[in-house]
């Protein structure tokens, strides 16, 4: 069962900006259009959904630090902070709940610089190269994961 689960999906730097951001890389979809569909996709799972999205690395810290005891799981998508923030990984290492990674480009064909991500170490599992389509996935994902925790 995953009624009443919480979820938090949250979007670090120039996520806001996909529709324009590279449209090769990233796809066409505006990060408005992606919180729709995992928004339905939340509702079909019976998830409750929280959908951030901020360029700020502090504020993705305290968002993390105060999910510790109001949601059950995190997706994130750290953006380029996976790839550089120890900060990042100290507070996700403070919650006691799944964590799951998601990228929407294959960071692992991409640039060297993109293959190491902080995030990972800590991540319960990690989706990359799904394009947009990789946040229902995670979503697939989360409520498979709360259900086998019941
Ligand atoms: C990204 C991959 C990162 O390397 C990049 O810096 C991003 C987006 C992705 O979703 O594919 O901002 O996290």
Same mark, same amino acid.
């Not at 590279?22 to 995992?38: H, M, N, Q, R, W």
């Given at each position: 069962m995953t009624a009443n689960k919480r979820i938090l999906v949250l979007n670090g730097p120039n996520l806001n900006m996909l529709g324009v951001r590279e449209p090769d890389i990233y796809g066409s979809a505006t990060l408005g259009e992606i919180e729709k569909t995992v928004r339905a996709t939340a509702t079909k799972l019976g998830l409750e959904l929280t959908f951030k999205q901020t360029n700020l690395e502090g504020e993705l810290v305290s968002w993390i630090q105060n999910a510790r005891f109001q949601t059950e799981l995190i997706v994130i998508n750290a953006g380029a902070f996976s790839h550089t923030s120890i900060a990042i990984l100290d507070a996700l290492q403070l919650l006691e709940i799944p964590i799951i990674e998601l990228h929407l480009s294959n960071i692992f064909a991409r %640039? %060297? *610089?993109?293959?190491?991500?902080?995030i990972s170490k800590c991540a319960t599992g990690v989706i990359c190269g *799904?394009?947009?389509a990789g946040y229902n996935l995670a979503l697939e994902a989360a409520a498979q994961i709360l259900s086998e925790q019941d």
């Amino acid at each position: 069962m995953t009624a009443n689960k919480r979820i938090l999906v949250l979007n670090g730097p120039n996520l806001n900006m996909l529709g324009v951001r590279e449209p090769d890389i990233y796809g066409s979809a505006t990060l408005g259009e992606i919180e729709k569909t995992v928004r339905a996709t939340a509702t079909k799972l019976g998830l409750e959904l929280t959908f951030k999205q901020t360029n700020l690395e502090g504020e993705l810290v305290s968002w993390i630090q105060n999910a510790r005891f109001q949601t059950e799981l995190i997706v994130i998508n750290a953006g380029a902070f996976s790839h550089t923030s120890i900060a990042i990984l100290d507070a996700l290492q403070l919650l006691e709940i799944p964590i799951i990674e998601l990228h929407l480009s294959n960071i692992f064909a991409r %640039e %060297e *610089f993109r293959h190491n991500s902080y995030i990972s170490k800590c991540a319960t599992g990690v989706i990359c190269g *799904f394009g947009a389509a990789g946040y229902n996935l995670a979503l697939e994902a989360a409520a498979q994961i709360l259900s086998e925790q019941d």
